[in-house]
């Protein structure tokens, strides 16, 4: 018997999950095909395809910001927590300071981090994004902060997962293995978790348009 | 000689489609033409993936229509074949057409 309900999680991932300007008028095209009589099984295969079609189409863009997270999320972690006895003493208030206040330092010096390697990226990505995206003039079609909005999700995914992996492969080294860390790692852990999907809530077409309103510049449908 | 790129099949698929549809060319029954003509079964992502890469080469353009109930409050998104797709399409025939010609091994193969 076919349910009268379309997958309620195949459609937020159709809306909420793919890059570019088709979610809504997609997820509208599956949900008339499925009120027409198509079944739950044709809707998740339609549904899956279009999320991998849509990241399969931007790979240059993924695959880059994908690198960049990864690297970033490590060095930050590994000159924090490593290599920077000094730095870590200072930020971690060492193995004798309140929990929160160690949370809370540790936190704020991975945001630090975060900070000074943000411009490079941003410089490194809107290059790369622009060289990568549509022909023409980058301003009139918005392309910098169309790059943007494509990759905030899965940097922001990347990062949270390559930030609690990396902590969590430095806390199990036998000869690194640190209280400190662990209880890092458990704290900070579901605060990355919050992160992703807070910016999954945000469909990416809202993600768009407000980095375009923010940079004073009109999609170029709405001329 | 300037660098062009060439339709894929499945582009000119669609933009053939997004033509014989006219005014009535979104994604549903962009999907069903592409399905009847061809006999297969065509996920509507890709068919968007590619209505993107030509709209991204100046070979269609779209807007949105009005929410629809029957879409839970969803727009369409209505798609129409440029000056420029049409000299595309017309190029891409007359191309395949000369290649086509006088090849024997294709002659006399439809009933």
Do not use: C
Not at chain 1, 49 to 65: D, S
Not at chain 2, 88 to 102: M, P
């Amino acid at each position: 018997m076919k349910s009268s309900e379309p997958p309620a999680v195949a459609t937020w991932l159709v809306e909420r999950a793919i890059p570019g300007r088709r979610n809504e008028a997609l997820a509208g095209d599956l949900l008339e095909q499925f009120s027409q009589g198509r079944g739950s099984l044709w809707y998740w295969r339609q549904a899956a395809a279009a999320v991998l079609l849509g990241y399969a189409r931007e790979w240059r863009v993924f695959a880059w910001a994908g690198a960049l997270t990864l690297l970033w999320a490590f060095e930050i972690n590994r000159s924090h927590y490593w290599n920077l006895p000094g730095a870590r003493d200072f930020f971690g208030f060492g193995a004798n300071g309140h929990w929160l206040l160690s949370l809370l330092s540790a936190a704020g010096a991975i945001l630090l981090r975060s900070l000074e390697i943000m411009p490079l990226a941003a410089v490194a990505y809107s290059g790369w994004g622009s060289s990568t995206q549509l022909k023409g003039s980058w301003k009139e079609r918005g392309l910098w902060p169309r790059g943007w909005s494509h990759v905030g999700k899965p940097l922001a995914a990347g990062y949270a997962v390559a930030t609690v992996a990396t902590l969590a492969l430095l806390a199990g080294l036998p000869a690194r293995r640190d209280p400190i860390l662990v209880a890092n790692i458990a704290a900070l852990a579901p605060v990355f978790l919050a992160v992703v999907v807070m910016a999954f809530i945000v469909p990416m077409n809202d993600a768009r348009t407000w980095s375009l309103t923010l940079l004073q510049i009109r999609p170029p449908e709405e001329r | 000689m300037p660098k062009r790129d060439y339709l894929s099949e499945f582009e000119l698929m669609v933009l053939l489609a997004v033509m014989r549809l006219g005014e009535e060319a979104y994604g549903v029954p962009i999907s069903r033409e592409i399905e009847q003509q061809s006999g297969r079964e065509v996920a509507v992502g890709s068919v968007y993936a590619a209505l993107e890469r030509l709209e991204e080469k100046d070979l269609v353009r779209s807007e949105f229509g009005e929410p629809t109930p029957q879409r839970g409050g969803r727009a369409k998104r209505y798609f129409r074949v440029t000056r420029k797709g049409l000299r595309e399409a017309r190029d891409a025939r007359d191309a395949l057409l000369n290649l086509w010609k006088g090849l024997r091994e294709l002659e006399g193969e439809r009933a």
